[in-house]
């Protein structure tokens, strides 16, 4: 076996397609990016998710390209119910979410070599935009830093992952969510990978998408807005017991009050520290239950170093050599004229 030059044989690479065109053109590409991976990699898959009722048009591309693993779900299922899939399937130590549209923008060989090297999650990036398309972005870039994601009108959907950083994301609450924008968060270390001029704005992915994922970057806004009701429930507890006071105060300090004012007074402030009470209580309550899903989802390892290497171990035990084996020849058939001999 010929061996090439500069080859890592170190990491096992995974890249995943979540809504591969089945086209010829699309076909093509694929091939020529498994021929760069191989030209870098000695170990990789390519993984293609494709709907159940559509996936026979694939069988071609499995036949042609080495190590690629075709994956068929039921019809129906979502663009990024796909990528959870792909994420969840993939073996490799560095995954690489991508799409079509975006590999001939981006160096894919790059963002898994900077992903190794760094540590870190490497998210391809659109080149600036128009100061309108900002501000069209607006409002959904300051809904993401006000839910934990790093939100942004540059963001493509093209991210390498190490092992470690993937299965934190996946065992986030929303990991579709998370697999599309990143965490804001310090234990998530991300970088950036600017792709060529002249890709397309995001036109791989349809209005109802984006709108879905506005509705789960709202839902997972209730955090938030939940620290917001607890505090303004504890004002309001507070606002009542203090009318509580004044009511009693005036009731015993002023000789002549208004008819039925001190008992609508009393029945006001206590229903207002009822009321002030229970959402306090009802919002913490929700508050530690959210707690206790969230505790830990990115986790605190960072990354391993030894110098285990347990596969030469085994082979250098074993006396085994993977590349330069030399042809064994077989063993001659033994005839009746041997075993007299022998017995």
Known sequence: MTRIE??????????????????????????????????????????????????????PLVQAVANLRLLAVQPGCGYYDKRIVAAEEAIGDVVLLTRSEDIGFLDPVAMVERAVAGNR????????????????????????????????????????LPRTM???????????????????????????????????????????????????????????????????????????????????????LVDELAPGWLTTSMMLSLTACFLGVSILGLSLGLQQIIARQDQGTLGNLAREVNRIDLFGQVASDLNVDHDSLPPQPAPRPMETSDVRQRG
């Open 166 to 252: 993937l299965n934190q994301l996946l065992a986030h609450p929303n990991p579709d969510l998370a697999l599309r924008f990143p965490p804001r968060d310090p234990r998530f270390p991300l970088a950036f990978l600017e792709a060529a001029p002249g890709i397309a704005q995001s036109r791989g992915s349809t209005l109802l998408q984006r709108v879905q994922l506005v509705q789960k970057l709202l839902i997972h806004l209730a955090p938030a807005l939940l620290s917001v009701v607890t505090i303004t429930a504890a004002l309001l507890a507070l606002l009542g017991v203090a009318f509580v006071i004044y009511v009693l105060g005036a009731w015993v």
């Open 121 to 160: 999650a490497i998210l391809g990036v659109r080149p600036a935009p128009a100061l309108a398309r900002k501000g069209l972005w607006a409002p959904v870039t300051v809904l993401g830093r006000m839910t934990g994601f790093k939100v942004g009108p540059r963001d493509m959907q093209t991210i390498a």
């Open 6 to 59: 500069n080859r890592r044989e170190d990491i096992l690479v995974s890249v995943c397609f979540s809504d591969l065109p089945s086209d010829p053109e699309t076909f093509a590409a694929l091939r020529a990016l498994a021929d760069r991976l191989d030209a870098r990699f000695r170990f990789r898959e390519i993984i293609v998710v494709a709907d159940a009722d559509t996936h026979e048009a694939y069988f």
